[in-house]
């Protein structure tokens, strides 16, 4: 692998694309972090919160009192909580996406109309970066959106399906 090649041409797309495609990357790795720090939760980590839960639940011998469903709520909320946690970080992540591929479409079309004005013409040549700054950004925050709203509906589905177990299993017990 040409690890050379591919940071220069890596390098090369990010000066075509303009300042606000480097801010595209910035926010499209934290959200796929976030993405798979979800995912590794889900895998790893969720069972022991279910667990625990059931173990706090099953250790108390009233479970049928006011205060005892009061508690079983209580249990259940808080691995809900845990398991929620920064999907709706991911889910801005998502919609800020395209936002910025919007932004980034202005600045390289801000910098055609200054090539056109500086110019005095319509020279394709001149105008060829400011059209590529304009269409990368935007290319660029549509996939990252794109990418990142299927794993983020697939997230917030996982949580919901796996809390409404738990609460279920909380309660036949």
Request: charged share 20%; aromatic share 8%.
């Amino acid at each position: 692998m040409d690890f050379q090649g591919a940071l220069s041409g890596l390098q090369e797309f990010l000066d075509r694309g303009g300042p606000i495609l480097v801010v595209i990357m910035i926010a499209t790795f934290v959200m796929w972090a976030f993405i798979l720090e979800r995912l590794a939760y889900f895998g790893f980590a969720f069972k022991g919160d279910a667990q625990r839960a059931m173990r706090q639940w099953s250790a108390r011998t009233d479970h049928t009192s006011w205060n005892a469903h009061a508690i079983r709520d209580q249990l259940v909320s808080e691995v809900k909580q845990r398991a929620e946690q920064n999907v709706e970080l991911v889910k801005t992540l998502v919609a800020i996406a395209p936002l910025l591929g919007l932004l980034g479409t202005v600045t390289g079309m801000v910098q055609v109309f200054d090539v056109m004005a500086i110019s005095g013409s319509s020279d394709a040549r001149a105008m060829s970066a400011g059209v590529s700054r304009a269409t990368i950004p935007t290319m660029a925050g549509m996939v990252a959106a794109l990418s990142g709203l299927v794993f983020s509906n697939q997230i917030e589905m996982m949580a919901k399906r796996r809390t409404a177990r738990l609460a279920d299993q909380l309660e036949l017990e």
